[in-house]
């Protein structure tokens, strides 16, 4: 396994982007499935902070006259939903083993692209956000301009960084103020060198009115560990430094990594949210499916 991380992201295989996500997404399902949106629909979700944009129709008078304070009324009604995507730019996505297209970050924009492009086909909107960089979010939009918007934003996407639990506070409360009701949050990560709070904090934005899916983008070597004889192993975004034999250490790396992934599904699902893995030799067209059937069908 390599241990040196380039200043540019390797897209090999998976590069250009903008043709990628369009042939993963053409043929997807993309007609209309069982959502919570914001507006006139037939039963009360709650109330939320105002955001810029939204119908004035549905602002709470009360609240503002009593408080100061710009509440809206959310309603429940069956409509396609808004995607928000939230990538993980931490170091560690860079990594593209011997057998993969390209690095874990590329293949996690491809996916995000394409499912963007069938939200946005579906005439919802669609946003963009990163786990461990602040740098250069996409606020919500809609339409053709907002796929083009989409695309530039993921291609100028860098594995630079990590988050501590301070910047996941800041972030998972800055989203949660800007989530409306009805808006999916789909999450692509490895889960990998994060804060042991992660999950538990991702988990919060899920709501009766909001789903939160959490994609675990990993590498096929990840997985096989697949080397021979002695190997040095070396966190991406940690001094972490091990030595070890590869096939003497393989179970137990596996068992590890299979009980790392139990703990994640256990924790997006217990808050109501979704969990399912993609490995980075898989086609990002089956991935693209699987996301949508299992934001349409049921628990992951």
Do not use: C, N
Request: a neutral charge; hydrophobic letters at 45%.
């Amino acid at each position: 396994m390599t241990d040196k991380v380039g200043s540019s992201l390797d897209w090999g295989a998976l590069a250009p982007l903008r043709l990628r996500a369009r042939g993963a997404a053409e043929g997807i399902w993309a007609g209309p499935h069982r959502s919570l949106r914001r507006g006139a629909g037939v039963e009360f979700a709650g109330y939320r902070a105002y955001l810029p944009g939204d119908d004035l129709r549905f602002l709470d008078r009360h609240a503002l006259m009593r408080h100061g304070t710009r509440m809206v009324r959310e309603f429940e009604t069956d409509t396609d939903r808004s995607v928000r995507f939230l990538v993980d730019s931490s170091a560690s996505m860079a990594f593209a083993g011997s057998r993969a297209p390209g690095a874990k970050l590329a293949f996690a924009a491809v996916v995000a692209a394409a499912i963007g492009w069938v939200t946005l086909r579906g005439g919802d909107r669609v946003a963009l956000d990163w786990l461990a960089d602040e740098v250069d979010p996409l606020p919500w939009a809609s339409g053709a301009a907002a796929f083009e918007r989409l695309v530039a934003a993921l291609e100028r996407g860098e594995p630079r960084g990590s988050i501590d639990d301070a910047g996941l506070a800041r972030l998972t409360a800055r989203l949660s103020r800007s989530t409306p009701s009805g808006a999916i949050t789909l999450v692509l990560s490895d889960f990998l060198d994060l804060p042991e709070s992660t999950v538990e904090a991702l988990a919060t934005l899920s709501s009766r009115t909001r789903l939160v899916v959490g994609l675990e983008v990993l590498d096929p070597d990840e997985l096989d560990l697949p080397y021979q004889g002695p190997v040095r192993l070396r966190a991406m975004e940690t001094d972490l430094v091990v030595d070890t034999d590869a096939p003497r250490a393989r179970a137990e790396y596996q068992a590890a990594l299979a009980e790392h992934s139990a703990r994640l599904r256990a924790g997006f699902v217990r808050r109501g949210g979704r969990f399912l893995r993609a490995v980075t030799t898989e086609e990002p067209a089956h991935v693209v499916r699987r996301v949508l059937e299992l934001v349409s069908g049921g628990a992951g």
